[in-house]
């Protein structure tokens, strides 16, 4: 099956404009999970949806961060205006549901790497 | 505040010197511990889940347990391959494996 994908891999924007991160679950996956990584920092977890709706999102930093995920598929992450500190690498992850598992476990992708100039 | 801390930071090993990662936690809830492989330039991969204490899971020469306090991840004669970042992640939402909590990793080299 295909895995989680991520567009684009890379972003090089100036400080003020806008980016959108897009992210392609694994087919038939409702939950959907934003995490980042900034420079020298542990991952850390931006928001969950399953399906269309935000189940949370305690983990966005401000007002500047918009997550959609229209029609419980894809899910794009848009920063507008960007700065300077929301450079790092932005993971998107998928899983079929949030139940206990022997097998359970996240597929993430390979990420997009946002700088912020 | 819930926190995961991963030890030693970095780790060199020659070919076949087995040894171990720590994973420390103190986290209210803890609704499960995971352990993830993670490439430069790729996102984490799943390796195992931990649930409760005295729980062991294994996959070729990797070995996962956890306690009330860390888990540990043994591997047994690496090799090469093996070369990896190692993130131990605990979960503590409403329901199984939602929200991780990362820790900072544990970057293995293995000489041949």
């Known amino acids: 099956e295909a895995g989680v994908t991520q567009f684009p891999s890379h972003s090089v924007i100036e400080k003020g404009q806008t980016v959108t991160l897009r992210c392609d679950p694994i087919s038939g996956h409702d939950n959907l999970y934003w995490y980042r990584r900034v420079m020298g920092k542990e991952i850390k977890f931006l928001l969950h949806f399953v399906k269309e709706s935000k189940q949370d999102e305690s983990g966005m930093p401000n007002n500047r961060f918009l997550a959609e995920r229209t029609g419980g598929t894809y899910s794009t992450l848009k920063v507008q205006p960007a700065e300077l500190e929301d450079s790092g690498v932005y993971f998107c992850?998928?899983?079929?549901?949030?139940?206990?598992?022997?097998?359970?476990?996240?597929?993430f992708g390979s990420g997009t790497r946002l700088t912020v100039v | 505040e819930d926190q995961v801390t991963q030890s030693p930071e970095a780790l060199r090993l020659q070919e076949g010197e087995s040894s171990s990662l720590n994973c420390s936690y103190t986290?209210?809830?803890?609704?499960?511990l995971f352990w993830y492989r993670q490439d430069p330039g790729k996102g984490p991969e799943f390796l195992f889940t931990?649930?409760?204490a005295g729980e062991e899971k294994e996959k070729e020469r990797l070995k996962a347990t956890l306690t009330k306090k860390e888990s540990f991840l043994h591997i047994t004669a690496p090799k090469p391959e093996d070369s990896a970042t190692y993130l131990c992640a605990v979960s503590r939402g409403r329901y199984y494996g939602q929200n991780f909590v990362f820790g900072p990793g544990t970057r293995l080299s293995v000489l041949p």
């Open positions: 931990l649930y409760s």
């Open positions: 992850a998928s899983s079929q549901d949030s139940g206990r598992g022997s097998n359970y476990g996240y597929t």
């Open positions: 986290v209210s809830g803890l609704r499960g």
